[in-house]
């Protein structure tokens, strides 16, 4: 499975920005990881393949919503009210079956698509 990401860009604190990732294949489970410069890279959300169990780190809650079109094998991350600290290159996950591991763990996911820059101005 191959993961495109698009839908990255320049924005002001405060706007809003709409991800989106096509995968080639069906998946169990997608999300994002984002990576900021000089830092860890760290989970941001995913969802099941029903669409039905979302999960947001806390630094995004209520202003993130992850959600899947099963029937184009697209995910997207609706990003309102951005902050600067928001700002890193954001990449789209999926796993391919359910693991005995974390899901907001790397480990999880079975693929990676290449990067999408979010850059978000004060």
């Known amino acids: 499975v191959q993961l495109q990401a698009s839908g990255g860009g320049l924005v002001q604190a405060g706007d809003s920005l709409r991800l989106s990732c096509a995968a080639s294949g069906r998946t169990f489970s997608m999300g994002w990881f984002r990576q900021a410069p000089g830092k860890e890279r760290e989970f941001v959300a995913r969802?099941?393949?029903?669409?039905?169990?979302?999960y947001y780190i806390d630094s995004v809650k209520g202003r993130f919503t992850i959600s899947r079109d099963n029937a184009k094998n697209t995910v997207y991350l609706q990003m309102n009210s951005l902050k600067p600290e928001d700002t890193a290159v954001y990449y789209c996950?999926?796993?391919?079956?359910?693991?005995?591991?974390?899901?907001?763990?790397?480990?999880?996911?079975?693929?990676w698509g290449q990067g999408t820059q979010v850059t978000v101005s004060s």
């Open positions: 996950v999926a796993a391919k079956e359910y693991k005995l591991v974390e899901f907001t763990s790397a480990e999880f996911y079975d693929y």
């Open positions: 969802i099941r393949w029903n669409g039905g169990n979302t």
